[in-house]
């Protein structure tokens, strides 16, 4: 895949913009004002680059796969790290395609509630399957069965003691022991 393959993938997700806020030659590609995917041109030393959102297990995974996957400059959080993947073509066009589309969930799974229902829906009528008669759609187009569906894990957080302790006579909080 090259970056313009990358462009016309990220663009044809839904409510995608494209703006170069680091200069030229650099793109980034938001969804809700958010970033989810930045290219930067070929130079010297390295090849085209592309950089993703993708879950920490799922990063420890592609670097273990590709050696064109490595970790990615900026927030390396313990539940999202941003990858680089050289665009050097040892890495298959559909797994790239699935990358784009596994940032921009994660990307579109922290807007508010009504902002990622519409999105997911926009994103799921544009993957929905072909009609009867209808086998020309590209299978990058096609839904996935891995990194598309929402990753996250959600369990319930009990408060801290400390909150959940108020003294019976005066219904507060008693002071911190220091």
């Keep these: 895949m090259n970056p313009g393959d990358v462009a016309a ?5 839904p409510e995608v913009s494209e703006e ?5 030659h650099r793109p980034v590609y938001k969804t809700g004002g958010k970033i989810f995917a930045t290219l930067a041109a070929a130079n010297t030393s390295q090849p085209d680059r592309l950089s993703v959102k993708c879950e920490s297990a799922l990063a420890l995974h592609l670097y ?9 400059y900026g ?4 539940r999202w790290h941003w990858i680089t993947v050289h665009l050097d073509g040892t890495v298959p066009d559909e797994e790239l395609a699935e990358m784009i589309i ?3 969930q994660c990307v579109v799974d922290g807007l508010p509630r009504a902002v990622r229902d519409r999105l997911h829906r926009l994103h799921r009528d544009r993957t929905a399957p072909p009609a009867q008669g209808r086998a020309d759609r590209p299978a990058a187009l096609q839904p996935s069965d891995r ?4 990753t996250r894990s959600y369990r319930p957080v009990a408060p801290p003691p400390a909150m959940t302790m108020l003294s019976p006579a005066t219904g507060h909080r008693p002071p911190r022991d220091r």
């Design 9 to 13: 993938h990220a663009l044809g997700l």
């Design 64 to 72: 273990e796969q590709y050696a064109a996957v490595r970790p990615g």
């Design 20 to 24: 170069e806020p680091w200069g030229p």
């Design 102 to 104: 596994h940032s921009w």
């Design 75 to 78: 927030y390396q959080g313990p």
């Design 147 to 150: 990194r598309t569906s929402d």
